[in-house]
């Protein structure tokens, strides 16, 4: 079990990096580097972060489980699957 200033610290980490992802997402052009690749790092720590909030168990396997839905994402960015939808 999570404790409570463990969730708060990931939960605290989560809400900046979603503020911090809108802000680029709302503000910055499409044409520069911090909307093309910044987001797309930035994800990464933020779903880490919101698994966090939940599990505790495996430490050691987050990172593994993380980039793997990482890789997910890109890919279906690759194959335009929000275009389909």
């Known amino acids: 079990m999570q404790t409570k200033k463990g969730m708060l ?3 605290l980490w989560s809400l900046g990096l979603l503020i911090i992802e809108i802000l680029i997402g709302a503000f910055v052009p499409h044409s520069t580097w911090l909307r093309a690749y910044g987001g797309d790092i930035l994800v990464i720590p933020l779903i ?4 966090r909030i939940f599990i505790q ?12 839905i990482g890789f997910l994402a ?4 690759y ?6 939808l």
């Open 48 to 51: 880490y972060c919101l698994i």
């Open 9 to 11: 610290y990931y939960g």
């Open 74 to 77: 890109e890919f279906l960015q």
């Open 79 to 84: 194959i335009h699957l929000a275009d389909m």
């Open 57 to 68: 168990a495996l430490p050691r396997l987050m990172p593994f489980v993380v980039c793997c």
